[in-house]
Structure formats: C-alpha cells, structure tokens
C-alpha cells in the first residue's frame, strides 16, 4: 500500500486509505455502458460534439473510458459521457474502457471531478454535483475517518477540492432546493443566483405559488423581492393574496393590461379609507380630498397595498405646506 503524510495533501485517495486499485483496459460494447446514476452533467448535441464526432471517426478514441461495472452484464461510465455520445454518433461498436474497481462512491467523487472544470457548467449541474460530491465523501469518511485529514470538517475538504469558497458552495447547494421553474431561471441567466439562493428557503408549495403569479408579468423576481418573500414565508405560509402584494404589479410601476383584481380593488378601497381618516385627523379640505382620490384611482391598479400606502405618505408631505396654509 502506497502511504501518504495526510499533513501534506487535502483529500486522501480511494487508494491510500483501502489499498491498490485494480484495473485493465477493455474493449467493450457500447450498449453495454450506462451513464453514471444522478449524472448531473448535460450531454448537448452542439457544435463541440459535431467536433468530437469527426475526430472520432477519423482517429478512434485516443483515451479510454473509466468505467465501473454495475450489479449485471453493463458498466457505469464515471469519465466519458461526451466521448461516448460521439462514438454512437460515429457509429462505433465497442469502446475501449478502464474498468476501475472502486467504490461507487469513490466513482461518484471522480465522476464530479472528471467534469467539474469544463469550459460549459450550468448553476443547476454544479449545485448536484457539489451535493453528489458531499454525500460521498461523508459515506467514505464515515468507513474510514482518515479519508479526509484529520481536524477538517467535510465541507471544509469539499472546498479545497473544488476550489470555491464554503459560502459559494452553499450557495450552489441550496439550489437544489428550488423548483425547476426558478431552476431553469437560473441556467439561463434570466435570475441571478442570488435570488434563487433567497427562493430556496421558502417550502416548495409556495414556490409553485410565487412562480405562477411571475410567469405573466414578464419578468423574473428582484433580490429585494426575493428577501421580502422569505421574510414573509418566515411568518406564514405564502398565500396568493400575499405573493400579489409583494410582486404584483412589476417594480418598474407600469400599468397591467389586465382587469384589477379583487386584492387591488381592496387596496384601492383601503386606500380610500386612509385618505377619509387623514382628512378628519388633518382637517382636510373637501377640494384636497376628492384630488388624492381621483389621483388615487387613476394609479392604485398598478401598485400593491404597500406601494400605494408609500405613496399617499409622499404625497402628504409634499401637501404639508398647502394644509399649514389653510
């Protein structure tokens, strides 16, 4: 067995803390390899695997697959998914592979790695493979402690072998907390990681709630929005009634081409009833009360309660001079 000072590396290998690995090239059947279970990598029919294809039809394949073989008559891949995707484009049969005889969690943590650092990675494929990577290693540090350096918390050892940050790992790991719609969000660069970091803490249930209530108004949620809604899912559950007085109407103020709804025609009768209280408690004209309120009807459609209760008090301060007069 191959020893190492654990002082001097960060993640011990499979091989330093169970013994030499056993493995050989084979030429095997293309149907008989698997993709990796929970794979989180994407596979994309793009112009990179067209290239890929052509080499392959031209050269074969160069580097061998690692492969581990599964319970049956078939292997998983742990590196080559890319690879074999472009043999069965360029027709081949069999592949040349390293059946690797490790742990499938062992396979799992060269799987993540093997990946981790290509050009093309979406938020939604690193948050699963830094969980992937997580839970394996804590399952090899549970057989045997000295897996990870003595002293170092798992996290702490995930970090130094990705090269991100604790706290950016865990941001990436709380985005498997996020429902596809806000997920896909994401990939795409439509919300920016933060926002979904923030959706991630509210139940899955009213995120469903707040994605339908987003997907008319032509745009994604704000960080601001996003805090307000986990403030608010803190307290109680989110109702639709709450989501529309956070995110309804959209933050740049523009009108809906939509009919009111009953939660704005209360906000617009609640406003009313503002107005009528701080015309007895002001001693407000007549004049001055029927202006705040035809200026209120015309606007209120677009603003939530909040919205609209922030107003009224700029507006007041903005009328104080004309009351003092009175």
Not at 113 to 125: F, T, V, W
């Amino acid at each position: 067995m191959r020893m190492r000072n654990q002082s001097s590396v960060k993640l011990q290998s499979y091989e330093d803390i169970f013994g030499e690995e056993i493995s050989d090239i084979r030429e095997l059947a293309i149907d008989k390899l698997l993709p990796f279970p929970n794979h989180p990598y994407s596979v994309p029919d793009n112009e990179e695997l067209e290239q890929l294809t052509e080499s392959i039809r031209k050269n074969g394949v160069l580097h061998p697959l690692s492969v581990i073989a599964t319970d049956g008559n078939s292997y998983y891949i742990i590196s080559g998914h890319r690879r074999m995707a472009a043999a069965r484009k360029a027709g081949l049969q069999t592949l040349p592979c390293m059946v690797r005889e490790i742990s499938m969690d062992q396979a799992t943590v060269e799987m993540v790695d093997a990946n981790l650092y290509r050009e093309h990675i979406l938020p939604s494929e690193k948050a699963k493979a830094y969980a992937m990577k997580r839970d394996a290693i804590r399952r090899l540090r549970n057989i045997n402690p000295g897996y990870v350096e003595k002293g170092k918390r798992t996290a702490e050892a995930l970090s130094e072998e990705v090269g991100d940050s604790k706290a950016t790992i865990h941001r990436y790991l709380r985005l498997n907390e996020v429902i596809p719609e806000f997920l896909n969000a994401v990939d795409a660069e439509e919300m920016p990681l933060a926002v979904g970091v923030e959706l991630s803490y509210i139940p899955k249930t009213e995120q469903h709630i707040i994605a339908q209530i987003v997907s008319g108004r032509g745009h994604s949620v704000t960080l601001e929005e996003a805090e307000e809604l986990r403030r608010a899912s803190g307290v109680n559950p989110i109702t639709v009634r709450k989501a529309e007085s956070i995110l309804v109407p959209v933050s740049d103020h523009k009108k809906q081409s939509s009919a009111p709804t009953a939660t704005k025609e209360i906000n617009r009768l609640t406003m009313q009833g503002y107005i009528l209280a701080a015309a007895e408690s002001l001693g407000l004209s007549q004049d001055i009360i029927r202006d705040l309120q035809a200026e209120l009807d015309n606007i209120v459609t677009s603003m939530s309660g909040r919205e609209a209760r922030e107003y009224l008090a700029q507006r007041m301060k903005q009328m104080k001079p004309i009351m003092v007069s009175q």
